[in-house]
């Protein structure tokens, strides 16, 4: 049981974990699948498909090395792409993405944005 008010950064960990996975279930079904045979995409041991980038030389964050794969289509991830570009001052796409590239692969569908957002884009093709 947790003794404190605020969980634990490893509380913290475990739980995103359990959520990429939940996420990650209904997207995926296996790591053969036909749209992720060209990601080299692999399970790690605690069971979230990662993607292999080519920055395995660097000495980045193991999230940047092994990217947690998602599917744009999935509801939890749209809300997560919206929430952070919101908390980046409604960022356009390409700055959005590219953030977003440092931790996941997101397989797109469509994104969704926000009204704010779509002006923006047609503002700056
Ligand atoms: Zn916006």
């Known amino acids: 049981m947790c003794s404190t008010k605020y969980l634990e950064v490893d509380e913290m960990k475990e739980a995103e974990t359990i959520i990429w996975k939940m996420i990650q279930k209904t997207s995926f079904r296996t790591v053969n699948e036909e749209r992720l045979r060209n990601l080299r995409t692999f399970i790690d041991p605690s069971g979230v498909f990662r993607i292999k980038t ?19 289509d999935h509801i939890a991830v749209q809300k997560m792409i919206m929430h952070k570009h919101k908390s980046l001052s409604h960022c356009g796409i390409q700055t959005l993405m590219s953030i977003l590239r440092e931790v996941f692969r997101i397989i797109r569908k469509a994104i969704k944005t926000c009204t704010v957002f779509k002006r923006f884009e047609a503002k700056c093709p």
Not at 63 to 72: A, D
């Open 54 to 72: 080519q920055l395995l030389m660097r000495k980045d964050f193991e999230n940047f090395k092994y990217s947690i794969l998602l599917s744009s």
